[in-house]
């Protein structure tokens, strides 16, 4: 290993190649992680109001609305997180397997310790969620706080598995430190706290974006009066600016922090990153307060966001490019029928079915009382239930004359 | 000499890293089978109650999703999320085979793994919302794009087993791997369970709801019944033919190991949830859940378990479509993929010799590192498999040598059946000498126990194999 860390990597890559250009997969994997640490992001800072809300519940009503509000929108945010997790982690594990694979084995049992913590973080969460009432006892606030802790460690672990990944000439020296092989993968061998608590920190600004958006959806709805809705935007506002300026130092130190030899042009993403969050605080100032415009300070953290994904992948491309390891000499043994299934499958299922389900849960939302669909969303309901049968009939038709052709030797 | 692309290894003392898989597998299995089950349940319950105008069976269905929503898609998707993880440590190199084989397929699934989260929130919170219709179409999708996310990771599982057939090993193709001489026997006895599954949990909700009207408990438990008991049919008969679409070396494990051990319990199973099922129908009001909550326990832990267990095992020694071993080696050309089987180059060059992940000190054996050597090669050629443990319950190596403590014998065994490939559910391994005897050392070392290692009296001087050869 210590001999040619570059050509063992490369070795280390899957034999059976890749289905498609690394290009793709590495578009999809940027893109599906944007989406992933959004989730992440709100959820964690609906965690963390709603447990302040909770302990302050009783200096005015208000407190104890928001409270339920964010426990219920960060018990949603969890399972969207981790089922937004599932598609970045794929996508990596296609065309950085040396890095992920290593990473993990490396520090096995925190891999699964994670799984466990979070499923008794999510537990933990539910139980603070059904008793997160007004008549509640403030012990229960336990919950919540072990909830959220398990969910930061778990956070975590998945940085620690990230960076070890970037630094394959430590692999050896945390696997036989001193030529003494551990295979327990007992260890977390790397953190970068610059990074972790920086992504973290994000939490503030995105919560605040939740906020405001929120007090704008809910203007229809006479239980979430006014005054509490004005009550939502102004804590949003504040939340937001305070948040961008925690975070904007603490991502000077990542940007400090990177190491030596990594080239100027893998550190522009990060200056513009800093760029993008001073403007969108001074949005959050100027917008922030006027009702109407919360989707569209929502959306616009989408920037910031891009550029931190985008800035991890050129981190990781510049950390490998010493060792000679460039995603681009991937072995491509092109299959284009799966290729299709995937894309059809997110246009059909996802566009349709995903869109029915969304514009449903967004118009019932909105009213109260019940919901009559209206004609798009009946004809989407129906649409949606005519694709998946269709897809359902294809693939079984399609499998079967394989299966048949297998059959006959043909 | 040229490396082979080996990671590093995971090892868990006493149970291996198989049983950490397979716990989390069980859990898993036993939550996602339900919700998808559930989601069928649903839409039969929604069809009778919007066809007969009868929106209190929604109080039901309402009552079972909430249910659901925390335990099948808290537990289920975190444990699909960790089976995935285990299986890294466990097997980087096969779950890369594997990744790299299916990751659009996989890719699809988690499209509906996506909508099916959405879904489940949608469902149990829009009933009574939205109107009924519109909750109807929903409820239909739902349960189709669920049973979608069984359809595609079937044929993954499936291939784990093996493809059936030459095809995929020429093309390469994701189609010849996926829809495999296995795939619709497996989906049937899957498609089955998970119907059993969410009926044993929809008695546990029907049980728990005395407050309502026994109407309402009586309908909805002679809905849901006859659904568990045509799955469980479907479930057996496809067992049987699933049977017939394993491997050699799948069906001598199954019968010389496997069925012995877990055959009576899966028997059990069966006629005790038939039974159960009957008696449901029969007196709905009378259903307790002291009874349906352990006969649930009963499903998972002396079926599912068993289930999971065998089919891990019935692979050996492959963990991806016959053509990588537990231990990493790729045993197998597949020229459709340009992939080369390791074997010879491991019998030529040693694992010591061509295993990125070996401290210098161990790359040569000599008398001082013998056993530390023989330890880390055994680790990495058997631990996928085996404990290392004497009296450890994952087929302990030193208790399948009958705790010897005879170097020349262990040595025999690994010289003999395992260097020729000629014990059908283990892998070919074709060691050379130095490496065999430092594996035999160890393991007759464990068999002196911890207390005699440091006057341990293994005499491998006559054998020849020393580390300077």
Not at chain 2, 361 to 387: P, W
């Amino acid at each position: 290993m210590e001999a040619d860390v570059g050509f063992i990597l490369n070795t280390m890559r899957d034999p059976a190649g890749i289905p498609a250009p690394p290009w793709l997969f590495q578009v999809l994997m940027v893109l599906t992680w944007v989406a992933h640490i959004a989730f992440v992001l709100v959820t964690l800072g609906a965690a963390a109001l709603s447990i302040v809300a909770f302990y302050l519940r009783h200096h005015h009503p208000h407190w104890q609305q928001l409270s339920i509000a964010m426990t219920k929108g960060a018990k949603i945010g969890v399972s969207l997180l981790i089922v937004l997790g599932v598609a970045p982690l794929l996508f990596t594990q296609v065309i950085y397997d040396p890095q992920w694979y290593t990473a993990s084995v490396l520090s096995a049992r925190w891999l699964i310790i994670f799984i466990f913590t979070l499923i008794i973080g999510y537990c933990s969460w539910f139980v603070f969620y059904y008793s997160n009432k007004p008549e509640a006892q403030t012990r229960l606030g336990l919950f919540a706080l072990l909830g959220l802790g398990l969910f930061l460690l778990d956070g975590l672990i998945m940085h620690v598995l990230a960076y070890q990944s970037l630094q394959p000439d430590q692999w050896m020296n945390w696997y036989a430190p001193n030529g003494q092989v551990d295979t327990r993968g007992a260890s977390l061998h790397a953190i970068q706290w610059s990074r972790f608590l920086f992504i973290i920190s994000l939490s503030a600004p995105a919560l605040a974006l939740y906020l405001l958006a929120y007090a704008d959806y809910y203007s229809r709805r006479s239980d979430r009066p006014k005054d509490y809705r004005d009550f939502v935007r102004q804590l949003g506002r504040r939340i937001g600016k305070v948040g961008c300026l925690i975070s904007l130092p603490l991502l000077f130190w990542w940007l400090l922090d990177l190491p030596g030899h990594l080239s100027t042009s893998a550190h522009t993403p990060g200056w513009l990153l800093a760029g993008a969050l001073i403007i969108l605080a001074i949005q959050i100032d100027r917008l922030g307060s006027l009702p109407g415009r919360g989707y569209l300070l929502l959306f616009s953290g989408l920037i910031p966001l891009g550029l931190m994904a985008l800035w991890r992948e050129v981190i990781r491309v510049h950390a490998m490019k010493p060792f000679g390891y460039d995603i681009h000499d991937y072995t491509v043994h092109a299959d284009l029928p799966s290729t299709i299934l995937f894309f059809l499958t997110l246009l059909g299922i996802g566009g349709i079915f995903g869109g029915f389900l969304v514009l449903l849960l967004y118009r019932a939302g909105q009213v109260e009382g019940k919901y009559q669909a209206d004609r798009t969303i009946a004809r989407l309901g129906t649409l949606s239930v005519v694709v998946l049968g269709l897809w359902i009939t294809v693939f079984f038709v399609y499998g079967f004359s394989i299966w048949v052709r297998h059959a006959i030797g043909f | 000499m040229d490396m082979l692309g080996m990671y590093p290894t995971f090892y868990v003392p006493e149970i291996g890293s198989a049983w950490v898989m397979g716990i989390i597998g069980t859990i898993h299995v036993v939550a996602s089978h339900t919700s998808v089950g559930a989601a069928f349940l649903f839409a039969l319950l929604a069809t009778k109650a919007y066809r007969e105008s009868r929106p209190e069976l929604m109080d039901y269905v309402k009552r079972y999703g909430k249910v659901l929503l925390v335990f099948s898609y808290i537990i289920g998707s975190v444990t699909g999320v960790g089976i995935w993880y285990a299986i890294t440590i466990a097997s980087p190199r096969g779950t890369a085979g594997l990744i790299h084989n299916f990751v659009w397929v996989w890719a699809a699934e988690w499209v509906y793994f996506t909508v099916e989260v959405i879904g489940v929130y949608a469902l149990v919170y829009l009933i009574e919302k939205v109107d009924r219709l519109t909750h109807l179409k929903l409820t239909w999708a739902f349960a189709l794009a669920s049973w979608a996310t069984m359809l595609l990771i079937v044929g993954i599982l499936s291939f784990m087993m093996w493809p059936g057939n030459d095809s995929w090993y020429l093309t390469g193709s994701t189609n010849d791997a996926f829809y495999n001489i296995n795939f619709f026997a497996h989906l049937g006895v899957r498609t089955g369970s998970m119907l059993v599954m969410a009926v044993i949990v929809g008695l546990m909700i029907a049980g728990s709801m005395r407050e309502k009207s026994p109407a309402l408990r009586i309908e909805a438990v002679r809905t849901i019944v006859p659904m568990g008991i045509l799955g469980g049919a479907l479930a057996v008969l496809m067992f049987f033919y699933y049977l017939e679409t394993l491997p050699y070396n799948a069906k001598v494990m199954l019968h010389s190991h496997l069925l012995p051990r877990y055959a009576a319990g899966m028997v059990l199973v069966v006629t005790i949830t038939f039974i159960y099922f009957l008696a449901a129908w029969a007196k709905p009001l009378f259903l307790r859940n002291w009874i349906t909550v352990p006969l649930f326990l009963f499903v998972a832990i002396i079926g599912v378990w068993p289930e999971e267990r065998t089919r891990e095992s019935m692979r050996k020694p492959y963990v991806a479509g016959q053509y990588i071993y537990g231990n990493q080696t790729i045993a197998r050309d597949v020229p459709g993929k340009g992939i080369l089987s390791e074997i010879e180059h491991i019998s030529k060059h040693g694992i010591l010799g061509i295993h990125p992940f070996i401290p210098e000190t161990l790359r040569t054996v000599s008398e001082e590192n013998r056993r530390e050597v023989g330890e880390l090669l055994a680790k990495i050629s058997c631990g996928n498999c085996h404990s290392l443990e004497p009296g450890s319950p994952l087929r302990n190596l030193p208790d399948k040598f009958h705790g010897s403590t005879d170097v020349e014998l262990i040595a025999a065994f690994i010289n003999g059946p395992l260097k020729n490939g000629s014990v059908p559910y283990m892998p070919r391994i074709d060691l050379p000498e130095q490496e065999t005897y430092a594996i035999a050392t160890f393991i007759a070392s464990q068999n002196l126990g911890e207390r005699n290692r440091p006057s341990m009296p293994v005499d491998t001087t006559q054998s020849g194999a020393t580390g300077e050869q």
